[in-house]
């Protein structure tokens, strides 16, 4: 089993910044591709951004584009996910996911694993 422990969240203004780290155990992280999905409440859990396993391909939910940066610390077992210039619509719980094989894509919500859940809210 993986644990992954997410952390960074909170209250923050419109256009403020905010970065959210998740810590993994349990499994070796540089083995997985990781990723950051969100969760409105009474909505589904959408994909936010993805990372492969050393760190050299991302790719993005096309709303969070230019705005929102994943990385990761291999050396850390952490995965980050930096938010700048936030909007209102982007409060929700934000969750870390890591998957041993294939990649996050939009529109399909499947992992191996989930942390569980930080809360993000942007204030207008």
């Known amino acids: 089993q993986m644990q992954l422990v997410e952390s960074g969240g909170g209250l923050v203004q419109a256009g403020g910044s905010l970065r959210l780290s998740c810590a993994a155990s349990?499994?070796?992280?540089?083995?997985?591709?990781m990723g950051w999905f969100r969760q409105a409440p009474g909505k589904e859990r959408d994909f936010v951004a993805g990372?492969?396993?050393?760190?050299?391909?991302?790719n993005y939910a096309d709303s969070v584009e230019g705005r929102f940066t994943i990385s990761r610390d291999n050396a850390k077992n952490t995965v980050y996910l930096q938010m700048n210039s936030l909007k209102p619509e982007d409060t929700a719980n934000y969750y870390c996911?890591?998957?041993?094989?294939?990649?996050?894509?939009?529109?399909?919500?499947?992992?191996?694993?989930w942390g569980q859940g930080t809360q993000v809210t942007v204030s207008s």
């Open positions: 349990g499994r070796t992280f540089s083995s997985y591709v």
């Open positions: 996911a890591a998957r041993a094989s294939g990649a996050f894509v939009p529109g399909r919500a499947l992992s191996d694993y």
């Open positions: 990372i492969s396993r050393a760190g050299v391909t991302t």
